[in-house]
C-alpha cells in the first residue's frame, strides 16, 4: 500500500497543471495539503468537518428545555451512533474528496483502499486510472483555490438552511411522526433524502439554489477531468466505460441508501451540471465560463442550470441569444 500512497500523492500533483490550464482558472496561492487516507482517516475527517458545520444545528435542537450537560450528552450519542452508520456507508465508497473542513484547513484527501478495489474490479491500468481520479479532485481543489469567496459561500449557505431546517425541542416530536408517515417519500425517483420531509416551500427553493451551485462544481469538474484525460490517461475511453457501467449497475439495496441519504440527487449533479457547463463553453467558451467565478450573483440559478441559455443571456448579455 506504501507504493499506491506514494503514486496517488505524485498523480494528485501531476494532475494540477493540466487541470489549472484547462480550468483557465489561476492558482497562486497556498493549495493545501494532499491526504492519502484509509476508510478509518477519512471517516474522522468528516466527522471533525462535520461537527464544525452542525454545531450550530445541535445548539438549536438542544436549546431551551432540553439544555443542559445531559441532555446534551445524550444528543451526541444518538447523532454519533448514526453518523458512524452514515460515515461507515461513505467510506466504503468514496474515492476521493475535497474537504472544506469548516473552521479547519482545506485539503484534498484520496481514499487509497477504496481506489485499489475498484481498479481491480473495473480491470483497469491502475496508474491510468489513479490519476483520472486525481483530475476530479484536483479539479474542486482548483476551484476553491482560485476563487477565494467560494468556500464560504458554500459552507455559510449549507449552514445556515441546515440550522433553519433543524427542529427545536419543541418540535422533535411532531418531526419524528411525521418522518415516520412520509418515510417511503424518500425513496421516490427525484427525491433529496431525508431533507425532503422537513423542508418548507421557501427551504425547498433555498435547497435547489444549493443543489445548482453544487451541480456546477462537480459538471465543472467532470467536464476538466474528460478535457484532460484524453492528454494525460493513455487508457481513458475504457476507465469512461467501466465507470459508467459501474455506476448505472447499483443493486436495489445500494440504490436505496443512496436514494435515503440523498447521494442519488448527488449523481444528478453531475449529469446536470456537466451538460451546463458544456453548453455555456459552446456558446461563450471558456473564458466566457469563467464569468460564473467572478461573484456569487453570477452563480447559475436552479432553472439555469436546465436552461443554460438563461444563464449566457443573464451575465453576457442579448448578444448571445
Not at 499506491?4 to 480550468?23: C, F, K, N, Q, S
Not at 484536483?138 to 449552514?159: D, I, K, M, N, Y
Not at 433543524?166 to 412520509?182: L, S
Request: aromatic fraction near 4%; include cysteine; charged fraction near 25%.
Amino acid at each position: 500500500m506504501a507504493e499506491v500512497v506514494a503514486e496517488l500523492r505524485d498523480a494528485a500533483v501531476r494532475a494540477h497543471d493540466p487541470v489549472a490550464e484547462t480550468a483557465q482558472l489561476g492558482t497562486d496561492g497556498d493549495l493545501g495539503p494532499v491526504r492519502i487516507v484509509d476508510r478509518a482517516t477519512w471517516i474522522d475527517v468528516n466527522v471533525v468537518s462535520l461537527e464544525g458545520m452542525l454545531a450550530p444545528v445541535v445548539d438549536k435542537i438542544t436549546a431551551k428545555r432540553l439544555a443542559g450537560p445531559v441532555s446534551r450528552a445524550v444528543t451526541a450519542k444518538v447523532s454519533g451512533g448514526e453518523l458512524g452508520g452514515l460515515m461507515a456507508f461513505m467510506s466504503s465508497k468514496v474515492l476521493g474528496q475535497y474537504d472544506l473542513a469548516p473552521g479547519g484547513t482545506p485539503s484534498l484527501m484520496l481514499v487509497a483502499p477504496n481506489v485499489v478495489a475498484v481498479e481491480r474490479e473495473l480491470d483497469v491500468d491502475p496508474h491510468d486510472f489513479r490519476l483520472w481520479v486525481c483530475l476530479h479532485e484536483e479539479t474542486h481543489r482548483v476551484q476553491f483555490t482560485a476563487v477565494p469567496w467560494l468556500r464560504e459561500h458554500v459552507v455559510s449557505g449549507a449552514r445556515d438552511l441546515l440550522v433553519e431546517m433543524a427542529p427545536t425541542p419543541e418540535e422533535m416530536a411532531e418531526r419524528v411522526g411525521e418522518m415516520a408517515k412520509r418515510l417511503p417519500e424518500v425513496f421516490r425517483e427525484g427525491s433529496m433524502g431525508l431533507t425532503d420531509l422537513f423542508a418548507t416551500p421557501e427551504q425547498r427553493e433555498r435547497m435547489a439554489q444549493l443543489t445548482a451551485v453544487m451541480s456546477l462544481l462537480e459538471g465543472h469538474a467532470d467536464v476538466v477531468m474528460d478535457d484532460v484525460g484524453p492528454q494525460v490517461v493513455p487508457s481513458v475511453e475504457t476507465i469512461r466505460a467501466r465507470f459508467g457501467e459501474r455506476r448505472d449497475g447499483l443493486g436495489n439495496v445500494d440504490r436505496l441508501l443512496r436514494r435515503l441519504m440523498g447521494l442519488e440527487a448527488k449523481m444528478r449533479q453531475y449529469k446536470d451540471g456537466a451538460a451546463f457547463v458544456r453548453s455555456v463553453q459552446s456558446k461563450v467558451g471558456v473564458e466566457g465560463f469563467n464569468a460564473v467565478w467572478a461573484e456569487p450573483v453570477n452563480l447559475p440559478t436552479p432553472a439555469e442550470i436546465q436552461r443554460p441559455q438563461l444563464w449566457v443571456e443573464r451575465v453576457h448579455g442579448s448578444l448571445f441569444k
